[in-house]
């Protein structure tokens, strides 16, 4: 077990790393999604790297073809893929919401408005 | 026949009414067509349970491509047991939303809230009935996305950063669970849920067993919000409608303990899970900090919703207690928890609902001389907060018996006083409720608001009836509970 033998395994989980450490650290709601991005990007590595065998083709029976990727990994990820984007769209929608009902998309701000609520009695309606 | 399809057709039917819904866009036709289609699930559910219980595992080739290749679902009478939960939930819950969420949701919007009731349902069925490890995913989050913009619907604008939250916790939660099964898939070459069990047999002591096994637990803790990941829960439940919090109080978490039941027990094994490893007790520190640390919280709280949301992550606690002795007692004594939990919170939060709407919110102050204002909604939930402690003559008090027999049967004697002691906690903050109802004056400007509209509280008093009922006759729960433990423990999912 080498770095070059293991070489996509250790780029999944440094993405990984990466992608969680920027959720958790930055303020800015953007940010935290696209490190959540990142996060599941990483996810996608992890599948299609291992399905894939150095010349091998695609899964077509004939007398030429000996060796054969995998295709599964690559048809689960579109699906992951979609459930990705699916994600990322509704989470902006949410930012852009927030922006219009605070006024501002950094976390530590948002929180503070809050907590600011929860001592005044009448809370703002959203939709005002 | 068109029984055969009943697997399918349990997530099928929410699945097209949401289309269908989207279509009709007027408030009162996709009411009526929610209304339908929960009802046609619901018998289907509850079909199964009844076919599960009397014959064993269905199994159901989609597309007729047999497994491995195609997809199957496979649903026995763990999986029927919590589909009629989730089923019986949304029944429930659809009448009640008619005039439940005309205060809260824009009335423009109402058709997208019964969508993504739907989509939800969908979700939440699939899940139980799968017998695919990557569909689990791929259900988990079309529940999950459904559930992010029903909590973002909430009237305060704090229900958006809560949605937000959740979104990020949840996907994370999710992601982990993929990447788990991903492990599982280098391992065994299958995401077929029976086939990978009789594979992993065969794969032996792995690193890469074990990876997925932390991988998915911590994963799945986090949609159970297992303490402590539970923090997304308590904003979530507290911002979203009425009818929404209470539809996933009872449904969501226990979707995803159910899952984690099937991956401790049925696909990895007890001898994996339990006994080559701490997980019991990694567990069972877990869940006794989860009966305390947020029952304290809940205390401490001035808004009923809030104070009812770490109410249920502290009851979360007792269902995982119970996985973690690895036991047939212990899991039944989960099963039926899971079961009266969702009885109990289910009808709290209903009750709460009409509340909300005659007060215009759940804060301390607004609830104020309840005990007058609204006599049978405080007594409805003086009733259901008994349960919530787990006092004779409700749903509660069974559970938690059966939990403590679990416990001594294991010889864990101390567990008895555990529970005891955080049932005292229940009783503390159940009494905010009772003082703030029963002795404190109603806020002098506030017109005095009558009880809910009927469709309101019928089902907010059904649910708590239903309550008290299985407290009283507990025979068809224990046994139904029983044959979900035993079902859990003892087959090992491959075919019948």
Redesign the interface.
């Known amino acids: 077990m080498t770095l070059a033998s293991h070489f996509s395994y250790w780029v999944t989980v440094l993405l990984l790393m990466v992608g969680l450490f920027i959720v958790m650290a930055r303020e800015n709601l953007i940010k935290k999604l696209i490190g959540l991005g990142i996060f599941q990007t990483a996810v996608y590595l992890l599948y299609i790297a291992p399905g894939k065998l150095i010349g091998g083709v695609a899964p077509i029976v004939g007398g030429q073809f000996a060796v054969y990727s995998n295709p599964l990994p690559h048809v689960l990820i579109l699906t992951a893929i979609v459930v990705g984007v699916a994600t990322l769209a509704l989470g902006l929608a949410l930012v852009v919401r927030i922006k219009e009902a605070y006024g501002s998309i950094d976390e530590d701000e948002i929180l503070l408005m809050d907590a600011r609520d929860d001592t005044s009695p009448e809370p703002e309606a959203k939709d005002g | 026949m068109l029984t055969q399809h009943f697997p399918a057709l349990l997530v099928v039917v929410p699945l097209m009414a949401a289309p269908l819904i989207v279509f009709a866009r007027r408030s009162l036709a996709s009411w009526l067509i929610a209304l339908l289609a929960t009802a046609i699930t619901f018998g289907i559910a509850a079909s199964l349970l009844a076919q599960t219980l009397s014959e064993g595992t269905l199994v159901y080739a989609m597309g007729s491509w047999e497994a491995p290749l195609g997809i199957e679902y496979r649903i026995d009478a763990a999986g029927a047991f919590v589909a009629v939960i989730v089923a019986a939930m949304g029944l429930i819950v659809m009448p009640y939303s008619r005039v439940g969420i005309a205060a809260e949701v824009?009335s423009e919007e109402h058709y997208l809230y019964y969508a993504l009731m739907m989509l939800c349902l969908a979700g939440l069925l699939g899940i139980l009935v799968t017998g695919d490890a990557?569909n689990v995913?791929?259900f988990l989050?079309v529940s999950s996305?459904a559930t992010?913009?029903l909590i973002?619907m909430g009237?305060?604008?704090?229900?958006?950063?809560a949605?937000?939250q959740y979104?990020?916790m949840g996907?994370?939660g999710a992601?982990l669970y993929?990447?788990g099964v991903?492990?599982l898939?280098?391992e065994t070459g299958t995401?077929n849920l029976a086939d990978m069990a009789t594979r992993l047999v065969d794969v032996g002591d792995s690193r890469g067993v074990l990876a997925a096994l932390a991988f998915i637990t911590v994963g799945i803790s986090l949609k159970i919000a297992l303490f402590p990941l539970h923090l997304w829960l308590p904003n979530a439940y507290a911002y979203a409608p009425s009818p929404v919090s209470a539809f996933l109080a009872a449904t969501a978490t226990k979707v995803s303990i159910y899952v984690l039941m099937r991956y401790f027990f049925t696909i990895f094994g007890a001898t994996e899970v339990f006994d080559a490893r701490a997980t019991g007790a990694i567990l069972l520190g877990l869940s006794l900090a989860a009966m305390f640390i947020p029952a304290v919280v809940a205390i401490f709280q001035h808004d009923m919703k809030r104070l009812l949301a770490y109410s249920s992550v502290s009851q979360i606690g007792y269902i995982t207690l119970g996985i973690s002795l690895d036991s047939v007692e212990g899991l039944m004594a989960s099963a039926m928890h899971l079961f009266n939990h969702a009885l109990t919170k289910g009808g709290l939060f209903l009750v709460l609902g009409g509340v909300v709407l005659r007060c215009g919110g759940a804060g301390f102050?607004r609830l104020a001389g309840l005990g007058h204002t609204m006599p049978v909604a405080a007594f409805a939930m003086v009733v259901g907060g008994l349960s919530l402690i787990g006092v004779p003559g409700t749903a509660g008090f069974i559970s938690k018996w059966y939990l403590v027999s679990a416990a001594m049967h294991e010889g864990q004697w101390w567990l008895v006083g555990a529970v005891l002691a955080s049932s005292l906690l229940a009783v503390i903050y159940v009494w905010r409720f009772v003082e703030v109802a029963y002795f404190r004056a109603p806020p002098a400007d506030h017109p005095a608001p009558g009880e809910a509209p009927l469709s309101m509280q019928l089902p907010a008093l059904a649910m708590i009836a239903a309550c008290v009922y299985f407290g009283i006759d507990a025979t068809w729960s224990s046994e139904v509970s029983m044959r979900v433990a035993e079902v859990l423990m003892y087959n090992p999912g491959v075919g019948q």
């Open positions: 824009r990557f995913f791929v989050e996305l992010y913009v973002a009237r305060d604008r704090r229900a958006l950063v949605a937000y979104l990020l996907t994370i992601t993929v990447v991903g492990l898939y280098l995401l102050d």
